[in-house]
């Protein structure tokens, strides 16, 4: 990867996931304009977040949005975290670089709270899929 997404080459697999999810939904317009790319990015950091970056998970979502689900695109939050990957960017080792990644995807998560619960319920209806 290069430009600021090569920045997410630091790290477990799980939180280079997460943070690709993380940037994705700091960055609406590009990567979440459909409602299906929107709740794929969403589920996919929260089952980061909350499932350990579950593979199960991951494949009962990518299943599910695949699928002839219906669903309608949230309203877009203004507050989409405190850090962004230049944050990332600023540190100057890798160990920084990947404890940093680690604060930013966990700003990200949090500036999405009130969206938590939405993320959560299509995640239990993809597994319930099944």
Not at 38 to 50: D, F, K, P, S, V
Request: net charge neutral; aromatic share 10%.
């Amino acid at each position: 990867m290069s430009g600021p997404l090569g920045l997410l080459a630091y790290g477990s697999s799980v939180l280079t996931g997460a943070a690709f999810d993380a940037y994705c939904l700091q960055h609406l317009p590009r990567y979440c304009a459909s409602a299906k790319s929107y709740a794929a990015h969403l589920t996919r950091l929260c089952c980061g977040i909350e499932f350990g970056g579950s593979a199960q998970v991951h494949a009962a979502l990518q299943r599910w949005l695949n699928g002839a689900v219906s669903i309608e695109k949230p309203p877009i939050l203004a507050d989409r975290g405190s850090m962004t990957i230049f944050d990332v960017a600023a540190v100057d080792t890798d160990a920084e670089r990947a404890a940093r990644c680690e604060q930013w995807v966990a700003a990200v998560w949090q500036a999405y709270a009130p969206q938590h619960a939405l993320a959560r319920g299509w995640i239990h209806a993809a597994i319930a899929e099944r």
